[in-house]
C-alpha cells in the first residue's frame, strides 16, 4: 500500500507542477523551466479554445506527459527499498514529494530539456568537447533513464539509507526471507514494463524501438543467468 499511495503523490506533484519545471522552456540557469507556467497542466494538454496540444513527436502532448508520469513514479518507487520498515510513512510522503520536486523533475530538465546537462551548443558538454552541427561533439546520451532513473534512484536511495541507519534489530534477531515465488512474479513484471519504457523511448513504431527492446530483453536474459549460475554454485557447489 505504501507503494500505492506514493504514486498517489507523484502524481499529484508531476500534474501538479512537475512536467512544467521537467519539459517547458528553458530552465532558470539551465536546472528547472518555470514550475507555474503550465500548473495543473494548463495549455498543455487542451488550449483555452478546446483545441488538443500537440506534441514534439507527431502526436497529442498528453501522450507524453503520461508517459513520462510513469517514469517519474517508477523513480520513486525505486528509492522505497532504502528505507523499507524504518521510516514513519507520513515522512516518507514527504520526502516523495520534495524528492519529485527537488531532485527528479529538475534533472529531467538538465538531460531531457536541452538544459545544463545536455548535448545543447550553450550547454556543459558543448563547451568541454566542441560543437558539431550545433551540438556537443561528444553529447552526452540518456535514451531511457540511465542516469535521471537508475543513477538519480540509487545514489538518492544509498544517501537515505546513511541517514536513516539499520534497523534496530539487525542481526540481532533471525531475518525471514521474502517469498521468493512473489519476487520472481515482481520481477517479471517489472521486466515487461522496462520493455515498454525503453521501446516507448524512441517516441515511435520504428527500428530504435525495437532495438531498445531486443537490447532490454537479451541484458536481461544475460543477468539472469549470471544470477542462476551465482546461485547454484554457492548452495550446490563448493
Not at 518555470?34 to 502532448?61: C, K
Not at 527537488?102 to 550547454?123: G, H, K, R
Not at 549460475?229 to 557447489?237: F, G, R, S
Request: charged share 10%.
Amino acid at each position: 500500500m505504501s507503494i500505492f499511495k506514493m504514486f498517489f503523490v507523484v502524481i499529484v506533484a508531476y500534474i501538479g507542477w512537475g512536467w512544467s519545471i521537467s519539459f517547458r522552456h528553458h530552465g532558470v540557469a539551465g536546472v528547472f523551466a518555470h514550475p507555474f507556467e503550465f500548473f495543473g497542466l494548463h495549455n498543455a494538454v487542451i488550449t483555452d479554445d478546446r483545441n488538443i496540444v500537440d506534441g514534439s513527436h507527431g502526436y497529442a502532448n498528453v501522450i507524453d506527459i503520461g508517459f513520462q508520469l510513469t517514469f517519474a513514479a517508477i523513480a520513486t518507487a525505486l528509492i522505497s527499498g532504502a528505507n523499507a520498515e524504518r521510516v514513519k510513512f507520513g515522512t516518507w510522503l514527504t520526502f516523495v514529494g520534495l524528492w519529485v520536486t527537488l531532485v527528479y523533475c529538475p534533472l529531467v530538465c538538465m538531460v531531457w530539456n536541452d538544459d545544463l546537462l545536455s548535448a545543447a551548443s550553450e550547454d556543459i558538454a558543448a563547451h568541454l568537447f566542441g560543437t558539431h552541427d550545433g551540438r556537443a561533439a561528444i553529447a552526452p546520451i540518456d535514451f531511457a533513464g540511465g542516469s535521471v532513473i537508475e543513477v538519480s534512484s540509487g545514489v538518492s536511495g544509498v544517501v537515505l539509507a546513511l541517514v536513516v541507519g539499520k534497523r534496530r534489530s539487525f542481526l540481532r534477531s533471525p531475518q525471514r526471507p521474502h517469498n521468493f515465488p512473489m519476487v520472481m512474479l515482481g520481477a517479471a513484471l517489472l521486466w515487461f514494463a522496462w520493455l515498454s519504457f525503453n521501446g516507448g523511448s524512441a517516441f515511435g513504431a520504428n527500428g530504435t524501438a525495437a532495438l531498445a527492446w531486443m537490447n532490454t530483453t537479451a541484458a536481461g536474459v544475460a543477468e539472469l543467468l549470471g544470477l542462476i549460475e551465482n546461485i547454484d554454485c554457492v548452495t550446490t557447489t563448493p
